[in-house]
């Protein structure tokens, strides 16, 4: 039996996972880094538009700070964000960009003078302010009431991961490239690392830990249709719903972007949009303003996309041999500010769609993009029920997107959970040893040798056909548009996939990764996963953020304002269990009320009027002492964050002392 | 392609290896599928895979031109198999796993492996004057074009094709390849990082650097990211060669 020690096992290697090896690492302990590929082609890389953080650099960013960041954030969840993880987010989201900008990052620079832009279709002129100049730039973005959202021209993602994936390299971060963690070690109480496999040699090996962090991001693959990239699985949340004792929170609340290009799914960047790029129906009419008089074509994603499907209802699709889709028209943004700000737009509507976007408009319809449910974690991204466990970025809810998040919020939150999680990991380490009995491992090894053996034995199943089947089901029943008929149709369908996958026939004997093999271990682990997206939308009878239920169109606080938590306690079980954990909203900071897009009819928590007066009260009685002292009187927060990276952001019109 | 066209055959001819089972040689195997409209490789192998040989080995992740995962060597050019058009090959395609890098099986290769050791060798990181910065205040300034720059050299994706269709790569093992070379020029570029000519002659002033380079230039017309590597190879040898 091959076992593999570290301090901290990291599963996954994308942006959140190596800035945690990185900050364990930094406090002297020994990380090791999982990944199913090289790190530096995770799907971190995929982001294209940028990060969200509060610098206020430009001139459209003027008056941005951590507050203003805050409140985009909670009504962008529509109210299911943790609020106080929020604000450890938005004041850690400036440091963040400021470490990856001394990392390399390239990021955009303001250039200061007169520079024409396109706002709401109309040409406009902006004045950079002189201070400004040489400092990191800041573009639009959907559902921000500021420019707010760095970039390096439209590879952010890709600069950000390959600064942070070199860091990890220059600071001896090592790294199993192509391992793949099969299940969790743990004995109910404490988890104690991975089961993995080698996907060159196909061999097993037990990686023992003291900590053990989850960072494997979403499960985009659960749909047919999803700009995620093939590794986007969801394994990292499965491995943690199989011990049986963690939970996973909000799996229901699922993403879908406005602008897949159509029919590939493949993504391209809101930053379109946020430079002034327009939605167009079939006789090209800009039809956003119709629906969203306030944001337009800039209100959240789910918003935009729920828009964009009722207008293809309604008869204003472009009809094509794939079926029906709308247009991006970015021709108005001219071609030097495609060619400098928009390239993998421009690449990527060349090489798939044989078309030149500074001419023709680009032919897109949502698709599934961002898992906002994850791995129930507390603010240290700790599990609270199994201890050791933790989880980062997009796999992790801890919980601050709640069921919408906003576009740029993902990269920062990676980076920021890595920072902050990071700390409280190698806190963790101080004071745990590594403590676990060899039998316990030998055991877990057994279980999946003797699971994968099984696989190859007998049975009659094409994982594939099931694979197949079951993104099909997600993408027509469980999608942008739900309603209890087809959910409950969903689950049963799942739930039949579910049983004939425990009958999967592996023909393929090679040695080595066995592809067949690996694709027959994984589709059983999405399939649980499916069933806890599709039960968790099943039950929950309202409408929030993402989740939309046409037969509960109505936000309903009084019931719902509350987290889903699913386990799989019993491996036997067909269906996950189900709970609530409530909101409280008399410790918010911003009680629930109107996001200021999309729909205004929830129904009112007996708490909230009493809360906003509460707070009004309290805004009003403090009103000459600042937005600090306001802020700490509402919900007080700093003191929840690792010591290092406290403190206030500079600005040019907040200077430290 | 005209929708009126009757759909095509596709051959695809697949380099097949597994070095796991040695006693079984190398083969080509071809497989047979219609076209369909807007295939690329990547649906062209997924497909193969999901429906007719589960057993095939390849390599894809966003497939979508950014991560380069999936280069491999295409009717004889290296090139991103995601975002290949079938409509732009003949009928008959070859596919073959990229040179120079480590076999896992038919068409996946270990670049990982060879980008990691490149990037330890080369020291292919910011070195920074101050280690510690004070995250709450200002980011330093820098000139917008020159961030401009910097990102323009950033853009490499380490997709390894410039390295399988690199004459030198053949021949001396341990060349750090077009794209190490581009990484140098990069961090050169970028004032964040202290380190000066001389201390660039130290890691590529030899034959494994950039005097190793025969101007072949494969790297720069096959690069799927465009980059300048002709121009930046050419700047980097004048440098070195001043440094020498």
Redesign the interface.
């Given at each position: 039996m091959k076992i593999i020690y570290s301090d901290v096992l990291v599963i996954g290697g994308g942006l959140a996972g190596l800035r945690v090896a990185i900050g364990v690492r930094r406090r002297g302990f020994d990380p090791l880094v999982l990944s199913l590929?090289?790190?530096?082609?995770?799907?971190s890389?995929?982001a294209q538009g940028g990060m969200q953080a509060s610098l206020g650099n430009v001139i459209k960013g003027d008056g941005d700070n951590e507050d203003v960041h805050f409140e985009d954030t909670v009504r962008g969840s529509d109210w299911g964000a943790d609020q106080q993880v929020v604000r450890m987010f938005v004041n850690t989201a400036?440091?963040a960009?400021?470490?990856l900008?001394?990392?390399?990052v390239?990021?955009?620079?303001?250039?200061r003078g007169d520079r024409e832009v396109i706002i709401n279709g109309q040409k406009v002129t902006l004045t950079e302010r002189d201070e400004a100049?040489?400092?990191?730039?800041q573009r639009d973005f959907g559902g921000t009431k500021k420019w707010r959202t760095c970039y390096?021209?439209d590879?952010t993602g890709?600069?950000m991961l390959?600064?942070m994936g070199?860091?990890a390299?220059?600071e001896g971060v090592p790294?199993l490239?192509?391992t793949e963690a099969l299940s969790l070690i743990h004995d109910g109480r404490r988890c104690h690392g991975a089961i993995v496999r080698d996907l060159?040699?196909?061999e097993l090996a037990a990686c023992v830990a003291r900590a053990t962090v989850v960072a494997t991001g979403g499960a985009g693959r659960l749909y047919r249709v999803t700009t995620n990239?093939?590794?986007n699985e969801g394994i990292g949340h499965a491995l943690a719903l199989e011990t049986g004792v963690a939970a996973l929170g909000n799996m229901e609340a699922v993403q879908f972007h406005p602008t897949g290009i159509f029919?590939?799914g493949?993504?391209v960047t809101e930053g379109c949009r946020g430079d002034g790029g327009l939605l167009r129906d079939a006789e090209g009419h800009r039809f956003m303003p119709d629906y969203e008089p306030e944001k337009k074509e800039l209100a959240s994603r789910d918003v935009v996309s729920r828009r964009m499907e009722e207008h293809i209802k309604k008869g204003h699709g472009h009809k094509s041999?794939?079926g029906e889709h709308l247009w991006l028209d970015i021709t108005l943004l001219g071609r030097a500010h495609i060619e400098?700000n928009l390239r993998?737009v421009k690449?990527?509507c060349r090489?798939?769609?044989?078309l030149d976007p500074a001419d023709k408009w680009i032919p897109v319809r949502p698709a599934q993009h961002y898992t906002m449910g994850g791995v129930r974690t507390n603010y240290t991204g700790q599990n609270p029920s199994l201890a050791g466990l933790f989880a980062a970025g997009e796999s992790a809810c801890w919980d601050m997107h709640g069921f919408n998040r906003l576009g740029g919020n993902s990269v920062a939150e990676t980076v920021v959970a890595g920072m902050i999680v990071g700390e409280f990991v190698a806190d963790y380490c101080e004071g745990a040893e590594l403590e676990v009995s060899t039998t316990l491992v030998r055991d877990f090894v057994r279980r999946e040798q003797s699971y994968l053996d099984g696989l190859c034995k007998g049975g009659k199943e094409d994982?594939?056909a099931l694979r197949?089947a079951m993104q099909e089901i997600m993408t027509a029943k469980v999608g942008i548009f739900r309603d209890g008929a087809d959910l409950a149709s969903a689950v049963e369908e799942l739930r039949e996939l579910h049983v004939r996958s425990r009958d999967i026939i592996v023909?393929?004997r090679?040695?080595?990764?066995?592809?067949?093999l690996v694709?027959a271990y994984r589709t059983q682990k999405m399939l649980r996963l499916a069933l806890t997206v599709a039960c968790g939308a099943l039950a929950r009878t309202e409408s929030r953020g993402a989740h939309f239920r046409a037969d509960y169109p109505q936000r309903n606080d009084q019931q719902w304002l509350n987290r889903t938590l699913a386990t799989w306690p019993d491996p036997g079980a067909d269906l996950p269990t189900l709970s609530y954990e409530p909101l409280d909203i008399m410790t918010m900071e911003l009680p629930p009320g109107w996001r200021g897009y999309g729909a205004r009819n929830q129904i009112e928590h007996p708490d909230t009027e009493k809360r906003t007066q509460e707070v009004a009260e309290l805004r009003e009685r403090l009103a000459t002492k600042g937005r600090f002292a306001i802020q700490e009187a509402l919900m007080p927060y700093e003191q929840l964050l690792p010591e290092a990276?406290r403190?206030?952001?500079?600005r040019i019109g907040e200077k430290?002392p | 392609m005209t929708?009126t066209t009757a759909a095509r055959r596709l051959r695809i001819h697949v380099l097949r290896y597994?070095?796991?089972?040695p006693e079984k040689a190398a083969r080509i195997q071809t497989y047979e599928l219609d076209e369909a409209?807007?295939m690329?490789l990547f649906i062209v192998l997924s497909e193969l895979?999901?429906?007719h040989d589960?057993?095939?080995?390849f390599?894809?992740?966003?497939?979508?031109?950014?991560?380069?995962?999936c280069g491999m060597v295409v009717n004889g050019r290296p090139g991103l198999a995601c975002?290949t058009?079938t409509a732009e090959l003949p009928a008959d395609i070859t596919l073959a796993p990229l040179p120079t890098f480590e076999l896992?099986?038919d068409l996946s290769v270990?670049?990982?492996?060879w980008?990691?050791e490149m990037?330890?060798r080369l020291?292919?990181?910011?070195h920074?004057k101050q280690q510690e910065?004070d995250?709450?205040?200002?980011?330093?300034?820098?000139?917008?074009d020159l961030?401009?720059e910097?990102?323009e050299l950033?853009?490499c994706?380490?997709c390894g094709c410039c390295v399988a269709a690199c004459g030198t790569a053949h021949m001396r093992q341990d060349f750090v390849g077009a794209v190490g070379l581009n990484k140098v020029a990069r961090?050169s570029i970028?004032p964040?990082?202290e380190r000066t000519d001389a201390d660039m002659y130290e890691l590529v002033g030899n034959d494994d650097g950039v005097f190793g380079c025969m101007s072949l230039l494969a790297c720069n017309d096959l690069c799927p990211k465009e980059l300048p590597l002709q121009s930046q190879i050419a700047f980097l040898r004048r440098r070195m060669a001043r440094q020498a």
């Open positions: 590929v090289p790190p530096k082609r995770s799907h890389v995929a400036p440091k960009v400021r470490e900008a001394a990392w390399g390239p990021w955009s620079r303001v250039r100049h040489g400092l990191i730039a390096a021209s590879g890709h600069s390959f600064a070199d860091r390299i220059a790294v490239e192509r060159i040699t196909g990239a093939v590794i029919p590939a493949i993504l041999r794939f400098r993998e690449d990527i090489y798939f769609l044989g994982a594939s197949i023909a393929s090679a040695p080595g990764a066995n592809p067949e694709t990276i403190g206030r952001n500079e430290l | 929708g597994n070095p796991a089972e409209e807007g690329t895979r999901e429906k589960p057993s095939l080995q390599d894809f992740v966003c497939r979508a031109g950014v991560c380069g995962s975002r058009l896992i099986g270990n670049t990982g492996k980008m990691r990037t330890e020291e292919a990181w910011v920074a910065v995250l709450r205040r200002h980011e330093e300034h820098m000139d917008p961030a401009d910097v990102y950033d853009r994706i380490e961090f970028d964040r990082d």
